[in-house]
């Protein structure tokens, strides 16, 4: 790639040192971002399987009536820590991941700002998952009152096992973890720029990060606050939650955490999405702009709904929730807009990272509209805690974080490896998983409506759920296959996957200016940085000096190659 | 008055300003006493991002165009950056750090704390050893290493 150098300041030269060991104890005691950030994707795609095993045997409990495999009490455990495991041990570390080896590499920075306090992240996360896991293991088994934990379910006396107080003592400090990397990641954001890039220059996937780690600053503490009272009355005779006390207070605190939480999933895959439409559409993102304020819209937002989780209460303002709650749609709606624009009269390239992203969109398109449904207060009286809302959910936490998640991972696992995943498996794969996902949850919407409670492992066969449920236990087959023929495509691939080279989809942003896998120090050299697209720009108008002339194309060359696509 | 704003804290400062006003509308709406709590907590915690911001803000320097209340709008609230904004608000020369076993035993030690709570406060001990032991370990690695 023909670049005009921008070096590295001496300084940071000097402080190269050697690359860590190769062998475990390199991996125990590394610091590097990038390996930090492969620990966490791999440690998330493993809690990943756990749990997608856990719905395999739910769906295969719920295929007919009457209890078959589990008796009700594992059951409970299983959807319990299926929940737990997706959302805190899959999700949001897969996020953290991708962010912990992206952010730097599209700054420009050598590493994040606190390189030990990464991987101290790192451990926690994994020993706090081990600890809820470990309730398998203990008298009574693992928690078992839904993710949320409920009180008064929650409290000692109609949860008496220890495996409770792993999940809680493991959440708090999986909390802590995420809160100090959020912490690391915003300083990185202010303070490691490489000169030249302006806020206002950002990735929209970096900017889809800082809000990200913003909602995990103010919301993780809330979660934390919750769970340490729940501690104190399940152990201590405290009488906070308790009927002495107030449940519903937990509640708000709870939901004050958990709506953040479900942004704090989506927008880093909004942001992978919003990478990979410009490149796979040949186009420049369209209004940049607009992207960045929605995406500030949606973080702020997202603290003002949160009560929409708990309309059948009855205690709560269904006018100002259902408002707050119908708002987000229209930063949501900006981003969609601007996907499409991006596409609109591009030149589209439907490798495999675009099929996921056009998946992504379509699921949740419908993920979405569901959730506007919901956010109407008749609605949810009428629908609540039925199988249509295990249908909305998965729809906008699957559709968005699974589909994105295997686009960002097929369009940078050739930075991460230097080899490309198979293409042909990997459209294979994707319309297993398309089709698999909506067999497996679009008929939840029906059931739903047909009054299925969410959290049951047994049903009479008289009620009529019979064919449907049996289709969505297909249908998770189908999912299941998909995901084993990832693992077989990252495996072979990875060894015996096509050279990729530094840059092999034509990239944007500037982790494609560097080789792949990446340097330990990230880069010997940096493009001039005058735009959100650097790479782009060097494309189009060949070297540019750090502002400075253009060398290259004549103005006229610029002009033409700059239409059909601008910023906002 | 005059000088700009990083984006990096307007950022804090939008967000506290719709929280804000959310928080407001609420308990006028539904006199919520948890809720509203909630909301003017978070509103706090965002202005004290944004009273850092106007504390490290260049004086008299980047100032943008407009004044008036519009002027100020925009340099607290806008979307505008200057052209030349410096990216970085400081940065010294970056290392990139060796291994360190440090973090592994201090997050180690944390959760032996934690497991200490649920099986007996006799398990915080080694706990808090761990910790001690970390923490000692990672502010002094440097210095050991000249």
């Known amino acids: 790639m023909t670049t005009v150098e921008q070096p590295m300041p001496d300084a940071q030269r000097r402080h190269v040192l050697k690359h860590a060991d190769d062998g475990l104890i390199g991996w125990l005691t590394t610091t590097d971002h990038k390996r930090i950030g492969i620990l966490y994707m791999v440690s998330a795609f493993i809690f990943f399987l756990v749990a997608g095993l856990m719905s395999l045997v739910m769906r295969a409990e719920l295929a007919i009536p009457e209890l078959q495999l589990l008796?009700?009490?594992?059951?409970?455990?299983?959807?319990?820590?299926?929940?737990?495991?997706?959302?805190?041990?899959?999700?949001?570390?897969?996020?953290?991941?991708?962010?912990?080896?992206?952010?730097?590499?599209?700054?420009?920075?050598?590493?994040?700002?606190?390189?030990?306090?990464?991987?101290?992240?790192?451990?926690?996360?994994?020993?706090?998952?081990?600890?809820?896991?470990?309730?398998?293991?203990?008298?009574?088994?693992?928690?078992?009152?839904?993710?949320?934990?409920?009180?008064?379910?929650?409290?000692?006396?109609?949860?008496?096992?220890?495996?409770?107080?792993?999940?809680?003592?493991?959440?708090?400090?999986?909390?802590?973890?995420?809160?100090?990397?959020?912490?690391?990641?915003?300083?990185?954001?202010?303070?490691l720029r490489a000169p030249g890039m302006t806020m206002f220059r950002l990735p929209l996937f970096t900017w889809n990060i800082l809000v990200t780690s913003i909602l995990i600053l103010f919301s993780f503490p809330v979660l934390g606050a919750a769970l340490a009272l729940l501690f104190i009355d399940r152990n201590f005779g405290g009488s906070v939650f308790t009927t002495a006390g107030d449940p519903l207070v937990y509640q708000h605190l709870f939901w004050f955490f958990g709506h953040p939480e479900v942004y704090i999933i989506a927008l880093p895959f909004f942001g992978v999405v919003t990478e990979i439409v410009p490149v796979f559409s040949r186009k420049p993102l369209f209004g940049y702009k607009a992207f960045v304020f929605a995406t500030i819209l949606i973080g702020a937002y997202s603290f003002s709904v949160w009560a929409h989780h708990m309309f059948t209460t009855g205690a709560v303002s269904t006018v100002y929730f259902a408002i707050t709650s119908f708002l987000i749609a229209i930063p949501t709606g900006v981003k969609f807009f601007g996907w499409i624009?991006?596409?609109?009269?591009?030149?589209?390239?439907?490798?495999?990272?675009?099929?996921?992203?056009?998946?992504?969109?379509?699921?949740?398109?419908?993920?979405?509209?569901?959730?506007?449904?919901?956010?109407?207060p008749p609605i949810d009286y009428a629908v609540h805690d039925t199988y249509y809302v295990v249908a909305h959910m998965h729809y906008?936490?699957?559709?968005?974080?699974?589909?994105?998640?295997?686009?960002?991972?097929?369009?940078?696992f050739p930075k991460f490896t230097g080899r490309?995943?198979?293409?042909?498996?990997?459209?294979?794969?994707?319309?297993?998983?398309?089709?698999?996902?909506?067999?497996?949850?679009?008929?939840?919407?029906?059931?739903?409506?047909?009054?299925?409670?969410?959290?049951?492992?047994?049903?009479?066969?008289?009620?009529?759920?019979?064919?449907?449920?049996?289709?969505?236990?297909?249908?998770?087959?189908?999912?299941?296959?998909?995901?084993?023929?990832?693992?077989?495509?990252?495996?072979t691939s990875r060894s015996l996957g096509l050279p990729a080279g530094d840059d092999p989809w034509g990239g944007h942003t500037l982790e494609w200016a560097t080789s792949s896998p990446p340097p330990h120090h990230n880069f010997t050299s940096l493009p001039p940085i005058t735009s959100d697209r650097p790479l782009l720009d060097l494309r189009v108008r060949g070297p540019v000096r750090q502002g400075g002339e253009p060398v290259g194309p004549s103005e006229d060359e610029r002009a033409g190659a700059d239409d059909g696509g601008g910023r906002g | 008055m005059g000088a700009a704003v990083a984006e990096?804290?307007?950022?804090?400062?939008?967000?506290?300003?719709?929280?804000?006003?959310?928080?407001?509308?609420?308990?006028?709406?539904?006199?919520?006493?948890?809720?509203?709590?909630?909301?003017?907590?978070?509103?706090?915690?965002?202005?004290?991002?944004?009273?850092?911001?106007?504390?490290?803000?260049?004086?008299?320097?980047?100032?943008?165009?407009?004044?008036?209340?519009?002027?100020?709008?925009?340099?607290?609230?806008?979307?505008?950056?200057?052209?030349?904004?410096?990216?970085?608000?400081?940065?010294?020369?970056?290392?990139?750090?060796?291994?360190?076993?440090?973090?592994?035993?201090?997050?180690?030690?944390?959760?032996?704390?934690?497991?200490?709570?649920?099986?007996?406060?006799?398990?915080?001990?080694?706990?808090?050893?761990?910790?001690?032991?970390?923490?000692?370990?990672?502010?002094?690695?440097?210095?050991?290493?000249?």
């Open chain 1, 71 to 191: 008796d009700l009490q594992t059951y409970n455990q299983l959807f319990t820590m299926h929940g737990t495991a997706m959302i805190f041990f899959f999700a949001t570390p897969m996020v953290i991941g991708l962010a912990n080896y992206l952010i730097p590499l599209q700054i420009g920075a050598p590493d994040v700002a606190f390189p030990r306090l990464n991987a101290f992240t790192y451990w926690l996360f994994i020993f706090s998952a081990l600890i809820v896991f470990g309730g398998f293991f203990v008298t009574a088994g693992a928690a078992a009152f839904g993710w949320y934990g409920y009180p008064p379910l929650s409290t000692k006396t109609f949860s008496p096992s220890v495996g409770a107080d792993l999940w809680v003592v493991g959440l708090l400090l999986s909390g802590v973890a995420s809160i100090l990397g959020s912490v690391n990641i915003l300083a990185t954001i202010f303070a």
């Open chain 1, 396 to 412: 906008v936490l699957f559709g968005t974080s699974v589909f994105a998640m295997f686009g960002g991972l097929f369009y940078w």
């Open chain 1, 420 to 491: 490309m995943l198979d293409e042909r498996l990997g459209k294979v794969q994707f319309w297993l998983l398309f089709v698999g996902f909506n067999v497996t949850f679009f008929p939840m919407h029906q059931l739903g409506i047909d009054g299925m409670p969410r959290r049951i492992g047994d049903y009479a066969a008289e009620r009529g759920w019979n064919d449907l449920n049996l289709l969505a236990s297909g249908g998770s087959v189908l999912i299941a296959v998909a995901v084993l023929l990832f693992l077989w495509n990252f495996w």
């Open chain 2, 8 to 146: 990096e804290f307007r950022l804090f400062f939008r967000t506290a300003l719709y929280v804000g006003g959310a928080g407001l509308v609420y308990w006028l709406v539904s006199l919520d006493a948890p809720g509203t709590v909630l909301l003017v907590a978070l509103t706090l915690a965002l202005l004290a991002f944004v009273g850092m911001a106007i504390f490290l803000a260049p004086r008299g320097a980047g100032a943008e165009g407009r004044s008036g209340v519009l002027g100020l709008l925009n340099r607290y609230i806008g979307f505008h950056e200057p052209v030349d904004a410096a990216p970085p608000l400081e940065s010294g020369p970056e290392l990139v750090p060796l291994g360190s076993a440090w973090p592994i035993i201090t997050a180690l030690g944390m959760v032996v704390i934690g497991l200490g709570l649920i099986f007996g406060a006799w398990l915080s001990l080694p706990g808090i050893g761990l910790v001690v032991w970390g923490a000692v370990g990672w502010l002094t690695q440097l210095d050991r290493m000249g």
């Open chain 1, 341 to 376: 624009a991006t596409m609109w009269r591009g030149s589209l390239w439907f490798a495999t990272p675009m099929l996921y992203v056009v998946g992504m969109m379509a699921m949740f398109l419908i993920g979405g509209i569901t959730g506007v449904f919901l956010a109407s």
